[in-house]
């Protein structure tokens, strides 16, 4: 059993920034694909940002240069800096796990992820 549970989220001012966490529990480990993904109401769940167990990293176009994702598999820690933040950034934001995947954005959106959190909250006005 995998648990992923985030915090961090929160309203935030256009231009500003956050940093979300998801803490990983249960049976997973750095071999895992990590990702974030989000989705605003009404839209299709999208996908933010994934990091493999090398630490390979892929983004969304709309948000490369902006958010970063890193993880600290000694904590069982993934989190996502998000700066300059613009209010269609406004979702909410999920961490996601995966052990079978191609560990990319488009992949993750495609295939889906087998592990998700329960999601947080971020608004940006």
């Known amino acids: 059993h995998v648990q992923l549970v985030e915090s961090g989220g929160g309203s935030v001012q256009a231009g500003g920034s956050l940093r979300l966490s998801c803490a990983a529990s249960?049976?997973?480990?750095?071999?895992?694909?990590m990702g974030w993904f989000r989705q605003a109401p009404g839209m299709e769940r999208e996908g933010v940002a994934t990091i493999d167990s090398g630490r390979r990293t892929s983004y969304r176009n709309s948000v490369q240069g902006r958010f970063t994702i890193s993880k600290d598999n000694a904590k069982n820690m993934v989190y996502l800096e998000m700066d300059n933040l613009t209010p269609e950034d406004t979702a909410t934001y999920f961490c996601a796990a995966d052990d079978g995947i191609e560990c990319t954005v488009i992949a993750g959106e495609i295939l889906g992820m087998v592990h998700w959190g329960q999601g947080t909250q971020v608004t940006v006005s």
């Open positions: 249960g049976n997973i480990d750095g071999s895992y694909c």
